[in-house]
């Protein structure tokens, strides 16, 4: 125990923070009486906070000065997730600091990858969330269209992905075949054909008053995606919109 960060990270050998956001991770690893002002050289300092990658970027150089190894490491799961230690951990920073302290993040986390150099864990939890947030309003949207369009709410829920995990497993492997490969051709499942679709559940919307900005601007973006030919490739050939790809 201790009176404040710097005390505590002056008795440990590997200091661990959990906080709101950025601007609670600065003032207490960088601020007045903060993790730097007490932690011991060779020591580690590792942040779980969902923060800005900056920010730690900015801060891991400040540490090393003092001699102190930084790792950004946040967690997602939950509360549940952290009562039942099954966490999943995203590291950024130096590869041997992570494989010395691995066995301290297993002690919480079910699932620890190392993602790359220091602010990589705080970018994928960043677009880890980011795609979580998206597809729970993807569902919203789906789920509020299919009930007014007459379908029970249970019997709709059953065969939405979360409960019918095939399109999901079929993304993945498309994702690692084309995005990952740039292999977009032979198409599993046709871009001209995800156009379509999406295109009858917006038509099917406006018949019933729905808002659907995830659809409709799922739609744009395959409609400039068969602008530019790509028709007849992978429907995971939404992507190369996304990149910019001419």
Same mark, same amino acid.
Not at 97 to 108: E, G, M, S
Not at 163 to 189: D, I, N, Q, T, W
């Given at each position: 125990?201790?009176?404040s ?27 007045? $009486? ?11 300092? &590792?942040?779980?906070?969902?923060? +800005? ?9 400040? !540490?090393?000065?003092?001699?102190? *190894? ?9 509360? =549940? %997730? ?15 600091? !992570?494989? +010395? ?5 297993? #002690? ?7 993602? %790359? ?21 993807? &569902? #919203?949207? %789906?789920?509020t /269209? ?19 995990? +095939?399109? @999901?497993?079929?993304? *993945? ?6 995005? !990952?490969?740039? $292999? ?8 001209? /054909?995800?156009?379509?679709? &999406?295109g /009858?559940?917006? $038509?099917?919307?406006?018949? @019933? ?13 395959? &409609?400039?995606?068969?602008?530019r %030919? ?8 939404? =992507?190369?919109?996304? +990149?910019?790809?001419r």
């Amino acid at each position: 125990m201790g009176n404040s960060p710097a005390d505590v990270a002056g008795q440990c050998d590997v200091t661990f923070t959990s906080l709101p956001g950025p601007r609670e991770v600065e003032a207490v690893a960088w601020g007045l $009486e903060g993790v730097l002002e007490g932690a011991k050289p060779g020591s580690v300092y &590792i942040d779980l906070s969902t923060s +800005r990658p900056t920010l730690i970027r900015e801060l891991e150089p400040k !540490f090393r000065e003092k001699g102190i *190894h930084v790792l950004d490491a946040p967690v997602s799961g939950g509360k =549940s %997730g952290a009562q039942s230690r099954n966490l999943a951990v995203m590291v950024g920073g130096e590869k041997e600091v !992570f494989d +010395r302290v691995k066995p301290l993040l297993d #002690a919480f986390g079910d699932k620890v990858f190392y993602a %790359g150099e220091i602010g990589a864990g705080s970018v994928a939890k960043l677009v880890h969330n980011m795609i979580g947030h998206g597809v729970r309003q993807a &569902i #919203a949207e %789906g789920m509020t /269209l299919g009930v007014k369009a007459g379908v029970d709410t249970e019997a709709l829920w059953q065969c939405i992905p979360p409960r019918f995990p +095939r399109p @999901y497993e079929v993304l *993945h492997e498309g994702f690692v075949r084309s995005v !990952f490969k740039g $292999e977009y051709e032979p198409a599993g499942f046709a871009l001209n /054909l995800a156009r379509k679709d &999406i295109g /009858l559940a917006t $038509e099917l919307a406006k018949e @019933y008053d729905v808002p659907m900005p995830i659809a409709n601007l799922a739609e744009q973006l395959a &409609i400039q995606a068969m602008n530019r %030919g790509w028709g007849d490739q992978d429907s995971t050939g939404f =992507s190369k919109t996304a +990149r910019g790809d001419r």
